[in-house]
């Protein structure tokens, strides 16, 4: 693949990453009327996006190492890939989850099943969500990631009820449902990923010591 192939490509999901995140109520019926496949819609948008923490919790933790009790902690580098990896791999597991629960939800609030629209919601409104996972770079700021993720629920508000043809009065409490169950999937991304990183601290201070 030349790079003439690839800077169409690349220009399309940068242009979509702004038109989502700064015109959402313009992009989502662009969105909708878009002819795709759930594989389209994760490769290479989803893919590349859900890289986007990892990588960055990866750069920061060997560049800017944790004091924890007046102890630093960096972690060793496989360590590290391996905590990255993990995180990625599940991120992109909760958001096909969220697009199951979008999509089985849908007749219980009007709406109309729709896997590929489902998708959609779901990929889409975790745009910011994702885009600010490059606070990671900086451990110490990280939460402010999380803070600004928070946009995504709004993402979520302006086009879940569209793409699902769910009506107007069922469709904030949609919203709400669907949104509780993506925090409820992103705290056990957290969990599982924490859990990883104190393992691995765990594991260095007995080294450490030893």
Same mark, same amino acid.
């Given at each position: 693949?030349?790079?003439?192939?690839?800077?169409?490509?690349?220009?399309?999901?940068?242009?979509?990453?702004?038109?989502?995140?700064?015109?959402?109520?313009?992009?989502?019926?662009?969105?909708?009327?878009?002819?795709?496949?759930?594989?389209?819609?994760?490769?290479?948008?989803?893919?590349?996006?859900?890289?986007? %923490?990892?990588?960055? *919790? =990866?750069? +920061?933790?060997? $560049?800017?190492?944790?004091? /924890?009790? @007046?102890?630093?902690?960096? !972690?060793?580098?496989?360590?590290?890939?391996?905590?990255?990896?993990?995180?990625?791999?599940?991120?992109?597991?909760?958001?096909?989850?969220?697009?199951?629960?979008?999509?089985?939800?849908?007749?219980?609030?009007?709406?109309?099943?729709?896997?590929?629209?489902?998708?959609?919601?779901?990929?889409?409104?975790?745009?910011?969500?994702?885009?600010?996972?490059?606070?990671?770079?900086?451990?110490?700021?990280?939460?402010? %990631?999380?803070?600004? *993720? =928070?946009? +995504?629920?709004? $993402?979520?508000?302006?086009? /879940?009820? @569209?793409?699902?043809?769910? !009506?107007?009065?069922?469709?904030?409490?949609?919203?709400?449902?669907?949104?509780?169950?993506?925090?409820?999937?992103?705290?056990?991304?957290?969990?599982?990923?924490?859990?990883?990183?104190?393992?691995?601290?765990?594991?260095?201070?007995?080294?450490?010591?030893?």
């Amino acid at each position: 693949m030349t790079i003439e192939d690839t800077n169409p490509q690349a220009t399309a999901l940068v242009d979509r990453i702004k038109h989502v995140i700064l015109r959402p109520k313009l992009e989502w019926p662009v969105i909708e009327a878009e002819r795709a496949t759930v594989k389209s819609i994760f490769v290479p948008y989803a893919v590349i996006l859900t890289a986007i %923490g990892p990588v960055a *919790g =990866l750069i +920061g933790s060997q $560049l800017f190492p944790v004091r /924890l009790f @007046g102890v630093v902690y960096r !972690p060793d580098i496989l360590s590290a890939m391996v905590q990255a990896v993990v995180g990625w791999g599940l991120a992109l597991l909760a958001v096909f989850l969220l697009s199951l629960i979008i999509d089985g939800l849908a007749p219980s609030f009007g709406g109309t099943k729709n896997r590929v629209q489902a998708t959609k919601v779901a990929v889409y409104s975790m745009t910011p969500v994702w885009v600010a996972g490059i606070f990671n770079l900086l451990p110490s700021i990280a939460w402010l %990631g999380s803070l600004l *993720g =928070l946009y +995504g629920f709004y $993402l979520l508000y302006l086009g /879940l009820p @569209g793409l699902m043809k769910a !009506p107007q009065d069922k469709g904030l409490i949609y919203t709400i449902v669907v949104a509780i169950a993506s925090i409820i999937l992103l705290i056990v991304i957290g969990g599982i990923v924490g859990s990883i990183v104190a393992a691995n601290r765990l594991a260095h201070a007995g080294l450490a010591l030893g």
